[in-house]
């Protein structure tokens, strides 16, 4: 049959679109109950639809305190992450010293490992160098959280550069500092933004390792976390579609840049 014969031909294509669907199903959720006017406290079962949670997006105490402290964090630990990141990927790819299987294996360990086991590893250091939990060890828990995924995404991309362009680039009296800037920090740029990316993301949305290292802080995972106790206000629907939002609106113009640079290389 026609039908039967093409299904086959789009096996492929059809399972895709339906895996994405399912991924996207609890964002499109989200966004749909932020229209919601709940008649309780719990905002779980459609009422009628309501944009005053969209004009008073900070209508909840503590809520976007919570939120901006979160930024923070995941923006100082995406910096330190990714600057840190990228020194590793390029000393593992680039240079031969003693250890550096050792060291291969120890980066991906995170990954591996649960977040529960690396959050009680954390506490643990911190409390025994007597340090006080607040933003400052949140902060330093993100960025050695994050780290494996940065090297993970950098170092691949530092693998399939061509070692010819930066020796092309010595030919023609470049220095050390001029290679880098014009040829090598190029090349590696997806590769580093992408690592940027995933480190925000995790940092943003991590609660297992902020729960058990933040003291009194109080993130907005926690705070959403915490007001799933007493009942989730709309306004958490609003943020999490304006994140959501943000974030496809990113992947959108990154995606367009790249397409104009390859046209144009064309």
Partial sequence: MPVLRWIRRNLIVIAGLLTLAYMILPNIVVMVFSFNK??????YSWQRFSLDAWKDPCGVADMCGSLSLSLQIAVWATIG??????????????YR??????????IFLPMAMPEVVMAASLLTLFLNMGAQLGF?????AHIMFCLS????AVKARVMSMDPRLEEAARDL??????????????????GIAAGALLAFALSFDDFIITNF?????VTFPMFVWGSAQRGTPVQINVIGTAMFIIAV??????????????????
């Fill in 38 to 43: 709940p008649n309780g406290r719990f905002n």
């Fill in 81 to 94: 992450a990714t600057v840190l990141g990228t020194m590793i990927s390029f000393a593992l790819v680039r």
């Fill in 97 to 106: 010293f003693r250890a550096r299987g050792a060291i291969n294996s120890l």
């Fill in 136 to 140: 400052w060890t949140v902060l330093i």
């Fill in 149 to 152: 995924f940065v090297v993970t």
């Fill in 173 to 190: 009296y470049a220095g050390p500092v001029q290679t880098f800037l014009r040829v090598t920090l190029p090349i590696a740029a997806p």
């Fill in 213 to 217: 290292n933040a003291g009194s802080t």
């Fill in 249 to 266: 609106m990113v992947v959108v113009v990154g995606q367009l840049i790249a397409n104009r640079r390859k046209n144009s290389a064309r």
